[in-house]
């Protein structure tokens, strides 16, 4: 089965950088894109960043367009999340997750990893 394993988070100053990682592991024929969700104290689980695995294609929460940056190595099976310019609202629990589509949506999505918090102080 598909196993997803994040990690990389941490306590980071406002404006600082952090990079995570989504190790993947059994990806299924029918798995087509490795996307990031953020889940922040109280708040739905939202979408942040969808690459297909193939790298052609990228999608961005209109929000995060040029602060972050996914991308992938193939040959780790590792999927990246380079955040710059963190910002305090940026903290919450970031999920790495596996779906047969790039998709928006929460239930679309295959296969969750467990989630790696990042907290952004002022």
């Known amino acids: 089965q598909v196993q997803l394993v994040e990690s990389g988070g941490g306590l980071v100053q406002a404006g600082g950088s952090l990079r995570l990682s989504c190790a993947a592991s059994e990806l299924s024929f029918s798995i087509y894109a490795i996307e990031w969700f953020r889940q922040a104290p109280g708040k739905e689980r939202e979408f942040v960043a969808a690459i297909s695995w193939s790298g052609a294609n990228t999608y961005y929460a209109d929000s995060l367009k040029g602060r972050f940056t996914i991308s992938r190595d193939n040959a780790k099976n590792t999927v990246y999340l380079q955040m710059n310019s963190l910002k305090p609202e940026d903290t919450a629990v970031y999920y790495c997750?596996?779906?047969?589509?790039?998709?928006?949506?929460?239930?679309?999505?295959?296969?969750w990893g467990k989630g790696t918090l990042v907290t952004v102080s002022s």
């Open positions: 997750a596996a779906a047969t589509r790039i998709s928006l949506r929460r239930s679309d999505m295959d296969y």
